[in-house]
């Protein structure tokens, strides 16, 4: 009704001249969580969207979203395939961008569940990308969108630069997400949307992702609990106030071409960028655990494995320099830096006791939030 409206008119307006206004899918999410706290923070509109599933323990989306609101972020309860909500909130208010960043993410879950891949990385952005085109306003937003460094599957050139092969994906998230930049294509060149993706490369942090690795590692090393890591497995790992940084001047250089005051068909076609986000470092896992070990005190319990086939690749290394030309790109903080901002963050969320003794113990899950 009129005063769901208002609330997105609310949330989607800038506090600041010329700000952008953003439609953030995924914004309970990881990464877009800490994409609408910085677009608010510098006075751009934002409205988020999350269908809070329980691929990861919802709690954290739900605490994700009490801070938004806190920072006068609105996250709505919708789902991207329900395209009819999608049109009628672009139409709610003048968006100049749409973040995309909703997906089923995980490699190895794909296979468990292979389906809502497909639903939510093909068909959800779909529904996204046909919302975007037919928007009621003057103007088309602006997509920026995640696809991933696994594009890049069993490719060997190192490190990887956006013009290389992307056609043999390990798993089936990597080949929804490469099937996505071929949809993005399609939509660019029929519809004039203009659409950047962005191929992130393993992002960590605070309020992070409980089903990546150095995540799941931290939780076990407290808990005295083992873990498997994978001989030779190395990772482009990316601190996520580099990726916030990355998305936000995506942003900023898709609205600029695409002249976001107004006019459907600018002149000239509309762009289709694709850029790396990736730290240019990789990083051996083992090495990842071990500063793991010294920042909680504690050592892990390790198994060594040689790597299965099911979906990992053995290694990711960014090329950034496209990313660096168009929008000043730059990463700049090391793993010890990052890991330490994530395990901070990690015993206060838990409320981890007796850190670095032997009577860890982790509390209620972080149900009360913070
Ligand atoms: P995340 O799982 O924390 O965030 C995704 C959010 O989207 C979740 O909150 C989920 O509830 C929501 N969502 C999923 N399907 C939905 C649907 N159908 N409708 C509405 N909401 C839905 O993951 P993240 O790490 O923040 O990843 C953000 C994006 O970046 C994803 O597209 C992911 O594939 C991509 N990516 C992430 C990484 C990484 O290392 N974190 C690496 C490469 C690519």
Redesign the pocket.
Known sequence: GAAWEREIRRSATPRRADGLSVLV??A??????HCSLALRARGDGVVG?????A??DPSL?RARQRLLASRGVSVLD????DGALLHRLLSAAPFTHVLH?????GVRHAMRDPQAYV???VA?LVSVLEAAAHAQYQQQPAVV??????VYGLNTESPFSEDHRTDRPASL?AAT?KAGEAIAHAYNHIYGLSITGL??????GPWG?PD?AYFSFARSIVAGDPITLFRDARRDFTYIDDVVRGCLGALDTAGKSTGVSGGRKKSGPAPLRMYNLGNTSPVPVTRMVAVLEKLLGKKANKRVVTMPSNGDVPFTHANVTHAARDFGYRPTTSLEEGLRHFVDWFVQYYKIENKGGNGNVLAAGGKTGK
């Open positions: 899918t995924g309970a999410g990881f990464v877009g969580f969207l999350d269908n809070f599933n691929y990861y989306k919708a789902d991207i395939n960043l909703a997906a089923q993410a639903s939510s990385n959800g969108w995640a696809s991933s460094s696994s998230y997400k191929r992130f490369f393993t992002v960590y992702r990546m």
